[in-house]
């Protein structure tokens, strides 16, 4: 007797527990309690199998139709801001009031998006859409199953492309732009994740944001809705002049990334400082009316870029293509430039802190007024916590709250993502704390996160150039200069050292040396002038031994160390040798180079500090370095907004790739309900329940309530002590706040 697999809808023998094909096991559950549990049938044909992915405005499920007999994908409709789903439940929760209608409208767009859509089942690089419908409380779409890979995938694993290799997939998209386009459809969404590369070499675009022009307006969480990097101004804007133009830039910016290994700096910087490097001045190497097309798509103004995807692809095909020159924004004499704002808060705010210190012996101020029984004053609002928000949704979060919203500067940091919030202040660079009581009107000042501003240069000693070079184009770091080593102990052509600036790096193999981003690299290269003399020698056994020691062990045996390759092994240490060629034992010739390969030890990645980001966000941030993510314990929370991170398992910093991260998300205020449920309770014990003495005047008192309706998990147990806050701006981690 055969069954379908759940993982992959394959049929297989029902003996089998596991499926042969993908290794699905079968009765597996849903891996959040909002998704749709496996071997639902949905609209009476549609079997709904395991999670393909998912996003801020929806689910996709591997599916199989039950009438045609075809493996299908089935995209759900579910914003996450707006609605959720109940443990053990099919239909969908929507939020009530403004989200309730704002989950309606999107609905509702993505639908009669969906209907138009339909229409372009024979245009190669659109996906097929295949049937949509209402049920659950939400809408569902049917389409065809793709199998590939997306383009962010593919760049995963190999970090950049050729200009030859990146060229036709673009122009592949740029193809099927220009028939949407042609209907009024604009997709407002492209990037790597959106553009699928399937097996035959056929280009999918994917995911038109129909719902995400309608939940722009009101949604707080913009970070889900725009994709840093590839964002264009308008998208930005409340009510922003969008067209085809939108999806040019876009484009652009994902033709930029292909080939340079990086973004684009995100467009609402680049207005106020455009750092845009050329792709030519990052080593790729690109034709000059090319690069001019690229540059001329990803101009700021929408009246200074390429307005249609024809006109794009025409530049793109042209030989003679004049580089367009973006206008200047005006400058404001009235403000003051931003590196002096940055300086000032930065200076001030580190001030406010030692003081702290000295009068209270803490680091860690407490919480605002927060607390229950609080009345606000009729013109007074509570502060938001702004930190790890990034920059336009705190703008949206301030202004909605009638504040003024300001960018006093920007600062490093290890752990806040680049262009989300470091800190708040008031105008007179104050700290504000979340639930500070403000007047309507009063400013709130924000430092942003520029990054680490570094990159970690990996172990390329005793290396071929040419391989260390194209190492280095791969971080974003050309190496524009040589140098020849006529002194050192090595074959030629291997680096023997380097320079960033001017200065000398001490690359040892044992761990990663970091360098300022754009650093200018000089390569040390050997001209292979030492003389090793004649006879033959033993080739010795490198095995388990450092790069040092290998490197004299043979110069003793008049024989030359090369780096053949650099691997991440758990199991052996770094920088030592995992195997070598000849092998031990073998006789050599005086002169010959023995190549190795040495472990880089176990792969590591920088966890980020995810706190008060959306869950999609968070999840989206922390899956993209190589980390697990579990969201299942949520917990009640007066001061973090419903669906964000309240906190995390894993502090920031150097983690093992594949760690699995727990995040607590919050389930906004605890029900009203449920408060006075444990106030009966306290005065219960209070009045001679308890079987304790209680002291005459306890104060707030911890307690423990029965578990709410919806089960929860909890992770990691919060600080124990009241200064903690769990957050790194209030916290000062390391200088880093």
Known sequence: MKQLCLGCMQPYDTEYEVCPYCGYLQNTPAKEVYHIAPGTTIHGRYLVGRVLGSGGFGITYIGYDLTLAKKVAIKEYLPIEFATRMPNQTNVTVYAGEKYEQFTAGMKKSLDEAKRLAEFRQTEGITQIFDFFEENNTAYIVMELLEGETLKERLKRQNKMSVQEALPIILAVIEALKQVHAKSIIHRDIAPDNIYLLKDGTVKLLDFGASRQVTTTHSKSLTVILKLGYAPIEQYQSGGNQGPWTDVYALAATFYRMITGKKPPESQERRLDDTLKEPSKLGVQIDKNLENALMNALNVRIEDRTQSAEEFGAQLKSSDVERWTPTPDPPDPGKWPTWLKAVCIVGIVAVVAAFGVLVTGVLIPQLGNMGEGVTLAANAVYAPNLVNMSRDTARELVEGRELVFEVGGTQTSDTILKGYVLGQTNDKDERILPGDELEKGSVIRVVISSGTGRVSIPDLLWMQGDKVSQRLEELGLPAVNTRED?????????????????????????????????????????????????????????????????????????????????????SVPRGQIISQTPAAGTQAAKGDVIKVTVSSGARKVQMVDVQNMQEAEARQALEDIGLVVDTSSQEYSATVEAGRVISQSVAPGPVDEGTTVSLVISRGPEPAQTTAARTTARQTTSAGGGGGQQPANPGPQPTTTAAPPEPTTTAAPPPTTTEASGNPFWDWHDGNQ
């Open 486 to 570: 006529s002194q050192s102990w090595a074959p030629k052509g291997v680096v023997t050292g380097f320079e960033a600036n001017g200065e000398n790096l001490a690359v040892n193999g044992t761990e990663d040396v970091e360098v300022e981003e754009g650093a200018v690299f000089t390569l040390l290269v050997s001209a292979g002038n030492a003389d090793a003399g004649s006879g033959s020698a033993q080739v010795p056994d490198l095995s388990g031994v450092s790069e040092d020691e290998a490197y004299s062990t043979l110069q003793n045996e008049g024989l030359f160390l090369e780096k053949e390759e650099v691997e991440y092994n758990p």
